[in-house]
């Protein structure tokens, strides 16, 4: 649990760094095997998406996680960041509220940061 922990507290900050907006944490792992985790955050243009994600990754491996998997890209307006427990969301505004996810697991308990 306590590795976890630190790997949200990690990615939140660099999301924070990169002036991620809206960013939420929802918990899915008890109604879900996909993670424990997702992080949601937007961003307001694709480069911003793109140093969001690089943000992202260069934290979290300097941490000492290992990203298992990457989808989706910038020009796509959506990415998404799997290391294992925990998937990071990054979203163009639009394609975040045309995916909803946030009503999508309305369910779950959530942080905003």
């Given at each position: 649990?306590e590795?976890?922990?630190?790997?949200?507290?990690v990615?939140?900050?660099?999301?924070?760094?990169?002036?991620?907006e809206?960013?939420?944490?929802l918990?899915v792992g008890e109604?879900?095997?996909?993670?424990?985790?997702?992080?949601?955050?937007s961003?307001s243009?694709?480069s911003?998406?793109?140093a969001?994600?690089?943000?992202?990754e260069e934290?979290?491996?300097k941490?000492?996680?290992?990203?298992r998997?990457?989808?989706?890209?910038?020009?796509?307006g959506w990415?998404?960041?799997d290391?294992n427990d925990?998937?990071v969301?990054i979203f163009?505004?639009?394609?975040?509220?045309?995916?909803?996810?946030?009503h999508?697991?309305?369910?779950?308990s959530r942080?905003?940061?």
């Open positions: 649990m590795e976890k922990i630190s790997m949200l507290q990615a939140v900050a660099a999301l924070q760094d990169k002036k991620g809206s960013i939420v944490q918990h109604r879900s095997v996909i993670a424990d985790d997702f992080l949601i955050v961003g243009s694709r911003q998406m793109d969001l994600m690089d943000g992202v934290a979290m491996g941490a000492g996680y290992r990203m998997d990457r989808e989706g890209s910038s020009d796509g990415i998404l960041l290391y925990l998937i969301h163009l505004r639009e394609m975040r509220e045309f995916y909803d996810l946030e999508t697991w309305r369910d779950v942080t905003a940061y």
